[in-house]
T-cell receptor, first 111, second 114 residues
């Protein structure tokens, strides 16, 4: 069975600084995707970024980028120039047919 | 493009009562998912539909939970009878295809059991 582990229950960062959220996963499949979702208090899960497992190049979306280490089964999210609107719960997810989520990391942005 | 619609937004019931949640996916999305998110945890898949057929319901407590997607579009998730441990947010999501596609989520229904 697939598992996803987020070892940081909470993180905080100063506005405009950079923060990295960690995620590790375990799977025996070779064809899969990895995702980071953001969940603000409104509860809607918002896709931040996704990485295809067969691609070596790390995905980037504006201020968001990932460090994908396939052999180590590691998938961290880096947020550059943090903004107050980035405050939320962040979930790492493994996906092929279905999504398996980690426990989440609560990110606080300090003004 | 309209997003995934869910209702109600909140529901409070007493244990042993029944409750139903409704979801309308993004138009054209063949795959629909129901997730349960207990406070402080990540979402857990309850059931996955491909059109009107069930693909995965291995984590659905079938003695009390049921779900249907009769016409392959909107879906209903029912709990009967509810237990205290069913207090959670119930999220619906949809995707174009079942594999390796991003899932788009609704706002969820927060269920409180008294």
């Amino acid at each position: 069975a697939q598992t996803v582990t987020q070892s940081q229950p909470e993180m905080s960062v100063q506005e405009a600084e950079t923060v990295t959220l960690s995620c590790t996963y375990d799977t025996s499949e070779s064809d899969y995707y990895l995702f980071w979702y953001k969940q603000p208090p409104s509860r809607q899960m918002i896709l931040v970024i996704r990485q295809e497992a067969y691609k070596q190049q790390n995905a980037t979306e504006n201020r968001f980028s990932v460090n994908f280490q396939k052999a180590a089964k590691s998938f961290s999210l880096k947020i550059s120039d943090s903004q107050l609107g980035d405050a939320a719960m962040y979930f790492c997810a493994w996906g092929a047919q279905k999504l398996v989520f980690g426990q989440g990391t609560r990110l606080t942005i300090n003004p | 493009e309209a997003g995934v619609a869910q209702s109600p937004r909140y529901k409070i019931i007493e244990k042993r009562q029944s409750v139903a949640f409704w979801c309308n996916p993004i138009s054209g999305h063949a795959t629909l998912y129901w997730y349960q998110q207990i406070l402080g945890q990540g979402p857990k898949l309850l059931i996955q539909f491909q059109n009107n057929g069930v693909v995965d319901d291995s984590q659905l407590p079938k003695d009390r939970f049921s779900a249907e997607r009769l016409k392959g579009v909107d879906s209903t998730l029912k709990i009967q009878p509810a237990k205290l441990e069913d207090s959670a947010v119930y999220l619906c999501a949809s995707s174009l295809e079942p594999r390796n596609q991003p899932q788009h989520f609704g706002d969820g229904t927060r269920l409180s059991i008294l």
